[in-house]
């Protein structure tokens, strides 16, 4: 709908430019298109054999384990914001220890491998795969420094009260624990996974479901994110980028991760965008940094933090995101 009315906007201000401008934001959507195919296959896939099951399973055992097998995984599982609120609710309810968790949640939001083909398409591969490995050293970041903090003694209970979160999630009236989640909740964790899912009629008929949905989801998202970068790229001078996140040195970086912040763009939306900013002078490393910031702080991902968590808690999962963003994008400035 808002792609239509940018374009219906264009037609009636700017008519000269409406033809250039549609034609410049298909060839990117086409050049992207067979990295989405690819990535709905893949999370249709992961749906129907039931995979994210495994996912619980990682916060077992020791510590040490839970944190960083919980920060791989949280940059492979497939799952949105929505559905990780009623797995952590149930982790948090069964006692699972915080730094783990925090672990999780920094590196979810962060890059799954729908989002990994995406922003490869948009930005290439060094770039995703770059970000792919920054997601996983934030959460084991993140997990380390809230254990420091809490061995400190300045982080207690970190889950809120029922009054405080009334229990309340996006798919469930109650919380799901890790052992009864059922697919309401888009996992059930009690079963293994089928591999073989189209041998099973029910499976290969949420198979479709999925790559329709998730299909008319991403082309939805990804059609309107290269609008976006049409219009920046044509209206947007180079030098104001240029001169406000372009050059070298670590404030760049800092202002790319403050504006990424407040941008709340969530992983798909956000690689063209970014392309098209780099496009008119952002540095590699601002990139970075915007598109951390960015997805960390997306509304879904801080609803999910603050619904479950003390604020307290949540203040440290902004500061590590925001940490992680400005060091990332630093880093990523001297290897690219």
């Not at 084991?140 to 029922?162: D, E, R, S």
């Not at 996974?193 to 099973?200: G, R, S, Y």
């Not at 490393?285 to 808690?313: C, D, E, H, N, W």
Request: aromatic fraction near 12%; proline fraction near 6%; charged fraction near 10%.
């Amino acid at each position: 709908m808002f792609v239509f009315v940018i374009f219906a906007a264009i037609a009636l201000l700017d008519i000269d430019q409406l033809i250039p401008l549609s034609t410049l934001t298909l060839v990117n959507l086409g050049h992207t298109s067979v990295y989405m195919a690819i990535a709905v296959l893949l999370l249709a896939g992961i749906k129907a054999t039931g995979a994210e099951a495994i996912v619980a399973s990682i916060f077992k055992g020791r510590e040490h384990r839970m944190i960083f097998l919980a920060a791989l995984v949280g940059g492979l599982a497939p799952f949105c914001s929505c559905e990780v609120i009623p797995f952590i609710a149930g982790l948090l309810a069964l006692g699972t220890p915080l730094p783990p968790i925090m672990a999780f949640w920094l590196s979810s939001p962060l890059i799954d491998p729908p989002t990994l083909l995406i922003t490869a398409g948009a930005l290439g591969w060094k770039f995703a795969i770059s970000k792919a490995i920054f997601a996983v050293v934030i959460g084991i970041f993140g997990g380390y420094a809230v254990k420091f903090i809490m061995a400190l003694g300045y982080v207690g209970n970190p889950q809120k009260t029922l009054d405080e979160s009334n229990n309340q999630t996006c798919c469930s009236k109650e919380p799901c624990m890790p052992d009864s989640c059922s697919d309401e909740c888009g996992t059930n964790n009690n079963q293994s996974p089928v591999w073989l899912f189209w041998k099973e009629k029910a499976r290969l008929s949420h198979f479709f479901e999925e790559f329709k949905s998730n299909g008319l989801f991403l082309l939805k998202w990804m059609f309107f994110a290269y609008t976006l970068e049409s219009l920046m790229i044509h209206y947007v001078p180079a030098q104001l980028i240029a001169s406000v996140v372009g050059g070298e040195g670590i404030l760049p970086i800092i202002l790319s991760a403050l504006v990424g912040v407040p941008a709340y763009l969530n992983s798909y939306i956000a690689p063209p965008i970014v392309s098209g900013l780099m496009s008119q002078g952002m540095s590699v490393g601002s990139g970075m940094a915007f598109i951390v910031a960015g997805a960390i702080s997306s509304i879904p991902a801080m609803t999910a933090v603050y619904a479950l968590v003390r604020k307290q808690v949540f203040g440290l999962y902004v500061l590590l995101g925001f940490s992680g963003a400005v060091l990332s994008g630093f880093v990523y400035s001297f290897i690219a």
